[in-house]
């Protein structure tokens, strides 16, 4: 009877060891949907912005026609007011916005524009 206590007690600890080594493989195992790590800094990177970022335009083809912007997510037609700023010009790949006395020119990003520009601010003072 001593014999099969023993046998007993072996096989238990064979289990438990068993059962610890699955275990420590499973905490191994990442998240197959989350994003590479290196991914997810460049995205935040993106994210940063120094001033309002020009989404998208449209222009209508027709003469007098209308002339949209689309700046972070709100969309603004010409003369209109965008963060108490005047839309005073829509090309297709850029806008000026027009605050007191100073201009201040979004353009698209060259992914979007697919003009190979950059995106970027410039202000000048008149």
Do not use: C, W
Not at 61 to 85: K, M, N, S, W, Y
């Amino acid at each position: 009877m001593d014999e099969a206590v023993n046998i007993a007690r072996h096989v238990l600890a064979g289990v438990a060891l068993l059962a610890v080594q699955l275990a420590a493989q499973a905490q191994a195992l990442q998240d197959p949907t989350r994003p590479p790590a290196n991914l997810a800094a460049y995205a935040g990177a993106q994210a940063v912005s120094s001033g309002p970022q020009l989404q998208s335009v449209l222009i209508s083809r027709e003469p007098g026609g209308r002339h949209i912007a689309v700046i972070d997510g709100e969309t603004v037609r010409l003369g209109e007011q965008f963060q108490g700023a005047r839309l005073v010009r829509v090309t297709q790949t850029e806008v000026e916005l027009l605050r007191g006395r100073q201009r201040q020119v979004l353009k698209l990003n060259s992914s979007v524009a697919g003009n190979g520009r950059r995106s970027g601010l410039e202000e000048e003072q008149k």
